[in-house]
RNA sequence: GUGGGCGUAGCCGAGUGGUCAAGGCAUCUGGUUGUGGCCCAGAAGACCGUGGGUUCGAAUCCCACCGCUCACCCCA
């Protein structure tokens, strides 16, 4: 028997309500912030990500789904919006529109890697950048695009983790002083953080074996090697949060995976959904565009997981919609009384309603179970009988009005009048 | 890449060596002649993940493989 391949999910629809509800939600969240949507291809050059992301990066090494087409060129499925939506952005000369450009996306990200709760090697996401200025009252922005759409859901106790992680200018400063302090404890830390001692230091802090803890704990700041225009930056974006009484957590561990990040870095947390928690993570990329051939331009945005969100949904028992139940469920015993229904069925449709047929010849006692297990409203019931006389039962499945004759001429436009 | 748990019908789930397998949900059909929701009856549905091995005999024991799952790593 097939199977999805592994880290793929099939959405049933059972739980396209959960998806449809977050879909709305997202438009009109962004409609509101005034965002406009965008939509970039699921693979580009390999090149743009290997750049864009950075070698070295957990992504680029070892998760990206690669491979040559038939022209021989080097390709890769998306492994993150941003890089293809900057690329975008240059190539279409979207620097002559006002800035900041203020777009939106959703749609599937692959990844390589092993499966667990919440994470998928095929995911969707979704996704906000907005490009071109670097006041950190758009950082403010971005961030509360995503409150407001959590809020809008109805999402209770999401955590916002906040940090800096400087530029170019000050990070290299904080990363040898990080680095000259772990090196007085290598005899202390787990294997895991002398290779991040050598590969990538700022994932140091966030080591979560109990060993590290203590020297985590004591480790230098990033937030407090800032240089004075990042420090500025972050102290006016925490400065905004607080006129807002936003709740948020400074967390000196955050640090993210891609190398394009600037200043701010965030992510948003939440339980009970396994240890993946991150529903939400993001941050400035000032310096992408340049590493990407573009003109030096700032930029912010994050990424949402919309499969995790769904979990989260669940997990805080927040309800969906379901889809519509049918209003009318035609009944019909013999074949002559079929076809009346059949017309009478496409009568109904054109009118708009909501209507069924019930498939096969089954017995009226199976029909009308099949009619009350969709939910109908009503059901309209043509036999011999009805046909010889030129009328049609109508019979309210939820029990409020006794069963009523309608003449079969008139009777699309009787029940259209009744829903 | 590393480690733990698991693998019996669509779903849940008994059964741990001896009638090729219980029950529940869901499905289908009936419960008098043309009527739903409750109830009752019946039917259909499993080569017990796959392949080897041990045994007179295995869903039950052993091995391998595959798959699922959780966790580490890392991320959304």
């Not at 680095?179 to 294997?191: D, F, K, R």
Request: hydrophobic share 35%; aromatic share 8%; with cysteine.
């Amino acid at each position: 028997m097939y199977t999805a391949p592994r880290g793929t999910i099939d959405i049933l629809p059972e739980d396209q309500p959960y998806w449809n509800l977050l879909r709305r939600e997202i438009e009109r969240v962004t409609a509101q912030f005034g965002y406009q949507r965008i939509d970039v291809p699921c693979f580009e050059d390999t090149s743009l990500y290997v750049r864009g992301v950075g070698e070295g990066t957990d992504i680029v090494d070892k998760e990206m789904y690669s491979f040559q087409d038939k022209g021989g060129r080097d390709i890769t499925l998306r492994p993150e919006f941003t890089a293809g939506i900057v690329r975008a952005y240059i190539e279409h000369g979207m620097r002559t529109l006002p800035q900041p450009v203020k777009l939106y996306t959703m749609g599937p990200i692959f990844r390589y890697e092993r499966v667990q709760a919440g994470r998928y090697r095929q995911h969707t996401q979704f996704d906000i950048e907005c490009i071109g200025e670097q006041d950190p009252a758009v950082d403010l922005e971005v961030m509360s695009l995503a409150w407001q759409l959590y809020a809008n859901l109805g999402f209770k106790g999401l955590a916002f983790q906040l940090n800096s992680t400087g530029c170019p200018k000050c990070r290299p400063a904080y990363v040898e002083r990080l680095v000259a302090y772990y090196q007085g404890h290598t005899h202390e830390i787990c294997a895991d953080c002398k290779r991040r001692l050598e590969r990538n230091p700022l994932r140091l802090l966030d080591c979560k074996n109990e060993g590290c803890q203590p020297i985590i704990a004591d480790a230098p700041h990033t937030s407090d090697h800032l240089c004075d225009e990042c420090a500025e930056h972050f102290a006016t974006l925490t400065g905004y949060l607080d006129a807002l009484e936003r709740p948020y957590t400074i967390n000196h561990r955050l640090v993210r995976g891609l190398d394009y990040y600037t200043k701010t870095v965030f992510e948003v947390w939440a339980q009970g959904i396994g240890s993946q928690n991150a529903v939400c993570g993001g941050g400035r990329y000032d310096g992408l565009a340049e590493e990407l051939d573009g003109p030096p331009t700032p930029g912010i945005g994050f990424g949402s997981g919309m499969e995790r969100l769904v979990l989260a949904m669940k997990e805080q028992g927040l309800a969906a919609p379901a889809a519509p139940a049918p209003q009318v469920v035609l009944v019909h015993l013999g074949q002559p009384a079929k076809t009346a229904a059949i017309v009478l069925l496409q009568q109904l449709l054109s009118r708009g309603v909501q209507a069924q047929i019930g498939f096969g010849d089954r017995s009226m006692r199976s029909q009308m179970r099949g009619a009350n297990r969709l939910g109908a409203r009503f059901a309209l019931i043509i036999g011999e009988q009805e046909l010889a006389e030129g009328v049609v039962v109508l019979n309210d499945l939820t029990g409020e009005q006794p069963e009523q004759r309608l003449p079969l001429a008139d009777a699309a436009a009787a029940v259209a009048t009744l829903l």
